[in-house]
T-cell receptor, first 111, second 113 residues
Framework: QKEVEQNSGPLSVPEGAIASLNCTYS??????FFWYRQYSGKSPELIMS????GDKEDGRFTAQLNKASQYVSLLIRDSQPSDSATYLC???????????FGTGTRLKVLA | NAGVTQTPKFQVLKTGQSMTLQCAQD?????MYWYRQDPGMGLRLIYY???????DKGEVPNGYNVSRLNKREFSLRLESAAPSQTSVYFC????????????FGSGTQLSVL
């Protein structure tokens, strides 16, 4: 199993809907998780970080961490066409300074 | 606020040529990273430097060397470029390196013919 895994998509949702992006991880990563957004041709930018079990909300974004099932989710409420991008899940490797990324999920929000 | 600055933005090399990608950050960050991004592969770590004076291999270090010249600068060298090194390269930095946000440069599009 890869350390961090994501479905590559594309995930298509209508404007105004909730987009749900998922990421699973292995035992080889620590309990620090991050969601980055990357627009085509641009560099990644951090949206959310989450370190504790449960939900963390920031505006239209909610990150969810379930340590028992080893998955991290990002929910985007009231999705907008401007949310169309690739979303990268990342985790810190256990006992290291290495940030490990998933392959990313491409999100398309349809107007 | 320059943040993380990478040069060059674009480069075309012939197989066997060498080049150095430059990266500098002005945020006084301790940790710096080099990633490559290929279609469908996400970001893969090439090398990183947890602090000034230290460097460590990432997932895909073969064919690359790095130098942490000082706290600000972290360069990536391709000694003998190969077509498999055609990719987009990103430099990133973080303040402490563990559990903190990565700040990315704008990337270098490298093509090896």
């Amino acid at each position: 199993q890869k350390e961090v895994e994501q479905n590559s998509g594309p995930l298509s949702v209508p404007e105004g809907a909730i987009a749900s992006l998922n990421c699973t991880y292995s035992d080889r990563v620590s309990q620090s998780f991050f969601w980055y957004r990357q627009y085509s041709g641009k560099s990644p930018e951090l949206i959310m970080s989450i370190y504790s079990n449960g939900d963390k909300e920031d505006g239209r974004f909610t990150a969810q961490l379930n340590k028992a099932s080893q998955y991290v989710s990002l929910l985007i409420r009231d999705s907008q066409p401007s949310d169309s991008a690739t979303y990268l899940c990342a985790a810190l490797g256990s006992g290291t300074y290495k940030y490990i990324f998933g392959t990313g999920t491409r999100l398309k929000v349809l107007a | 606020n320059a943040g993380v600055t990478q040069t060059p933005k674009f480069q075309v090399l012939k197989t066997g040529q060498s080049m150095t990608l430059q990266c500098a950050q002005d945020m006084n960050h301790n940790s710096m990273y080099w990633y490559r991004q290929d279609p469908g592969m996400g970001l893969r770590l090439i090398y990183y430097s947890a602090s000034e004076g230290t460097t460590d291999k990432g997932e895909v270090p073969n064919g690359y060397n790095v130098s942490r010249l000082n706290k600000r600068e972290f360069s990536l060298r391709l000694e003998s470029a190969a077509p498999s090194q055609t990719s987009v390269y990103f430099c990133a930095s973080s303040e402490k390196g563990r559990g903190e946000k990565l700040f990315f440069g704008s990337g270098t599009q490298l093509s090896v013919l």
